[in-house]
């Protein structure tokens, strides 16, 4: 399976939520091919580069080697140039020497230990439907994928009989999820616009067993659907298999209990650990609040104070406006009784009385 045009929302929705940051590392589950939805998306492509902020125009893909009517990716240009051209770091995991390229078999093999955790995004577009251990596969792309980091996977539920050797429903992931403490980003399913009968090689091989095969199923039909789910790894914790087992539910064998704790052990599974972490925010949010309600009071104070002083100056500005002339006329008088002749003084005595001059002191 190649990326097609549908890539490119899906892509703008996560990096506008915050999960691809910029100059994320990406590495491909099995090299990808753009096909001809991707291709003929010329202004999509465009609008992507600018909402990651690349300036360079898109590059041309050019097609590799000659078209085929039976494979539709026959000569399609690889992904690469599209991943590195949007600001990347690209690797991919693949066996046939592309560019880039990590030789890992994905039935046996472990990540190298230069490449655990090392990728901001992991893209399985279409590549572990083809591949009979599930359990490796899925662990490679958890070990993969940094802790904050994505796992973009974009796989076949129904229909396509004869494509791959599995198929996949949206438990599988639920599952997967709970056991690894993953958070599902996003997850939508597609359709394509044809239904599918059963291919002609079972039909000959149901025949074999039922003569009337071809005849019963003439008018078979399916829809051909597809899962496209995104998985953010939050914890970064050893992998462990999606258990298909209710929530809440125990064993008695040790042994299980360990391989799957973080399904059968409730006090440290990641429900527990997300339980720890929210009360711990609500601790720390309840304390913040406290202390926000505690600045606001001294903030309330301080405010207080500094109306009562701005009441009291106001009223001794008052007091001085209203007291000040009384004060000065009486200096005044004063300096005028000390340099006032004796015989102005001794007239206004015998005017007004002895009285008179201590008045005008």
């Not at 590059?59 to 990716?73: E, M, Q």
């Not at 591949?131 to 129904?158: R, Y």
């Not at 051909?224 to 999606?242: C, E, H, R």
């Amino acid at each position: 399976m190649g990326m097609g045009a549908s890539t490119l929302p899906l892509l703008m929705a996560l990096k506008r939520r915050g999960y691809i940051p910029n100059g994320s590392a990406v590495i491909e589950i099995g090299a990808q091919q753009l096909d001809e939805s991707f291709l003929a998306a010329k202004r999509d492509i465009a609008a992507m580069g600018r909402f990651f902020g690349i300036t360079t125009p898109p590059p041309s893909f050019a097609w590799t080697g000659p078209r085929s009517d039976t494979n539709v990716l026959a000569g399609a240009p690889l992904a690469r140039e599209f991943w590195t051209w949007l600001g990347f770091s690209y690797a991919s995991i693949d066996i046939d020497g592309s560019p880039g390229s990590i030789p890992l078999d994905l039935n046996y093999d472990e990540v190298p230990t230069e490449f655990i955790g090392k990728y901001d995004v992991v893209t399985n577009f279409g590549t572990t439907e083809h591949i009979a251990n599930q359990l490796q596969s899925f662990k490679i792309a958890h070990d993969l994928a940094t802790p904050g980091g994505l796992m973009l996977h974009v796989l076949p539920t129904s229909g396509g009989l004869n494509h791959g050797l599995v198929s996949y429903n949206p438990k599988f992931f639920w599952m997967l999820g709970r056991s690894n403490g993953y958070k599902i980003a996003f997850m939508t399913m597609g359709q394509s616009e044809r239904n599918s009968g059963l291919p002609q090689n079972l039909l000959d091989f149901l025949a074999l067993y039922e003569p009337q095969a071809e005849k019963d199923f003439a008018a078979f039909r399916m829809p051909v659907t597809s899962i496209v789910v995104a998985l953010q790894k939050v914890f970064d914790t050893p992998f462990v298999a999606p258990l298909d087992v209710p929530d809440g539910v125990t064993t008695e064998h040790a042994a299980l209990r360990e391989r799957y704790w973080s399904v059968f052990k409730p006090d440290v599974s990641f429900q527990a650990r997300e339980r720890d972490l929210l009360a711990r925010i609500t601790e720390v949010y309840n304390r913040e609040q406290g202390l926000a309600a505690r600045e606001a009071d001294i903030e309330r104070r301080k405010r207080d104070v500094y109306e009562r002083e701005q009441y009291v100056a106001a009223h001794e500005w008052t007091a001085h406006m209203l007291v000040a002339p009384a004060r000065a006329m009486r200096k005044f008088r004063r300096w005028l009784h000390a340099r006032a002749p004796r015989w102005l003084i001794g007239a206004k005595r015998k005017m007004f009385g002895a009285a008179g001059p201590r008045g005008d002191r």
